[in-house]
Antibody
Framework: QLQLQEAGPGLVKPSETLSLTCSVS??????????WGWIRQPPGKGLEWIGS???????YYGPSLESRVTMSVDASKNQFSLILSSVTATDTAVYFC???????????????WGQGILVSVSS | EIVMTQFPATLSVSPGERATLSCRAS??????LAWYQQKPGQAPRLLIY???TRATGIPARFSGSGSGTEFTLTISSLQSEDFALYYC??????????FGGGTKVQIK
C-alpha cells in the first residue's frame, strides 16, 4: 500500500511563502491510478481541500486559495509539492498530503494519507 | 460549490449502542461520497467510499447508505475505539471537493 510523508518548515513568517513536499513510497506517482492531493485542517477545525494534481501536471485548486496555490509533481523523486504564497495567520494548520484514487477522467476518495505537518504562520 | 452538511454536530452514545450519522449534499452527487474517521493527532482514515463500500480492513459494524443528497453512516455497536470525529466528503467530478463539518461521537 502507499505511504506518504510530508516535509517542510513548521514556521513561516506572514507574507512569505509556504512550501511543502510529499514523498510517496509503495507505488509510482506516475502510475496514472491516482491524483495527489493536499488537505489542511486549522487547529480545532474541519478539513479543507486545497487542491489535487495528476502526474501529467493537470491540477485543480479550491476556490478560496486558488490565487495563492501552486502544486507540482516531481516524478524523478516520486514527490509532489505545494506552494502557498502570501501567507497569513489564518493559514496556520496541519497540512496533509493524500493519494486520491482516480485516472485522467475521474477522481474519487482519498485512500492513503500522510501523518500531517503543523505549519504555523507567525513573526 | 457543493456544500456538505453533517448532523448532529455531536452524538453521545453508550458503548454497544448504535450510532447514526447523517450527511446532506446541497445538490445530487449520486453515490460519490466518502466517510472518514479521525482521532486526535491523527490523519483521517477512509472508512466508506461509493456511499456504501467499506474500505480495506474496516470492520463490518461500519455501514454506509444513501444516494443523491442524503447519506448515512451507521456504526452498529460502538466500540471504545470508535469514539472519534467523522467527516463526509463528496467527490463530484466538478471541483471543488468539499468536506462536511464533522460529527463528534462521544461517550454518553
Amino acid at each position: 500500500q502507499l505511504q506518504l510523508q510530508e516535509a517542510g518548515p513548521g514556521l513561516v513568517k506572514p507574507s512569505e511563502t509556504l512550501s511543502l513536499t510529499c514523498s510517496v513510497s509503495g507505488g509510482s506517482i506516475s502510475s496514472g491510478r491516482y491524483y495527489w492531493g493536499w488537505i489542511r485542517q486549522p487547529p480545532g477545525k474541519g478539513l479543507e481541500w486545497i487542491g489535487s494534481i495528476f502526474y501529467t501536471g493537470s491540477a485543480y485548486y479550491g476556490p478560496s486559495l486558488e490565487s495563492r496555490v501552486t502544486m507540482s509533481v516531481d516524478a524523478s523523486k516520486n514527490q509532489f509539492s505545494l506552494i502557498l504564497s502570501s501567507v497569513t495567520a489564518t493559514d496556520t494548520a496541519v497540512y496533509f498530503c493524500a493519494s486520491q484514487a482516480g485516472d485522467a477522467n475521474n477522481w474519487y476518495y482519498f485512500d492513503f494519507w500522510g501523518q500531517g505537518i503543523l505549519v504555523s504562520v507567525s513573526s | 460549490e457543493i456544500v456538505m452538511t453533517q448532523f448532529p454536530a455531536t452524538l453521545s452514545v453508550s458503548p454497544g449502542e448504535r450510532a447514526t450519522l447523517s450527511c446532506r449534499a446541497s445538490q445530487s452527487i449520486d453515490i460519490r461520497l466518502a466517510w472518514y474517521q479521525q482521532k486526535p493527532g491523527q490523519a483521517p482514515r477512509l472508512l466508506i467510499y461509493g456511499a456504501s463500500t467499506r474500505a480495506t480492513g474496516i470492520p463490518a459494524r461500519f455501514s454506509g447508505s444513501g444516494s443523491g443528497t442524503e447519506f448515512t453512516l451507521t456504526i452498529s455497536s460502538l466500540q471504545s475505539e470508535d469514539f472519534a470525529l467523522y467527516y463526509c466528503q463528496q467527490y463530484d467530478n466538478r471541483p471543488p471537493l468539499t468536506f462536511g463539518g464533522g460529527t463528534k461521537v462521544q461517550i454518553k
